[in-house]
């Protein structure tokens, strides 16, 4: 019988790149990415997938609010931007034999 592993992907995005929205309704956006979840392959990235929630009354907001927050988008839709142009992230050894991500439009390392 073949075992199931739990293997989570290693993604190409990380937290603090710039990446740009491939498609969805913030189509060609650009943003920082806050967080990432690895296992649900999801990532929050600034002023991306605004929705509005409504806050109910408690005791610090008596009257309530909408507030609009940042939702997890798929990161198959997210592409890394180096230097202003997005492009495809490849891993290969560096100099000290660590893999390290670099971009496959200009073959330069990336700073992690």
Do not use: C, F, Q, W
């Given at each position: 019988m073949r075992r199931k592993y739990n293997k989570i992907p290693k993604l190409h995005i990380r937290k603090g790149?710039?990446?740009?929205?491939?498609?969805?309704?913030?189509?060609?956006?650009?943003?920082?990415?806050?967080?990432?979840?690895?296992?649900?392959?999801?990532?929050?990235?600034?002023?991306?997938?605004?929705?509005?929630?409504?806050?109910?009354?408690?005791?610090?907001?008596?009257?309530?609010?909408?507030?609009?927050?940042?939702s997890p988008i798929r990161v198959s839709k997210l592409q890394v931007m180096v230097d202003g142009e997005s492009t495809r992230i490849g891993r290969k050894l560096n100099e000290n034999g660590k893999l390290q991500r670099f971009s496959k439009k200009t073959g330069d390392f990336i700073n992690n």
């Open positions: 790149d710039t990446v740009k929205v491939l498609s969805g309704n913030d189509k060609n956006k650009t943003g920082e990415v806050k967080r990432v979840n690895l296992k649900e392959g999801t990532a929050i990235v600034d002023g991306i997938n605004m929705v509005t929630k409504h806050r109910k009354p408690d005791a610090d907001n008596p009257n309530g609010s909408i507030v609009k927050l940042e």
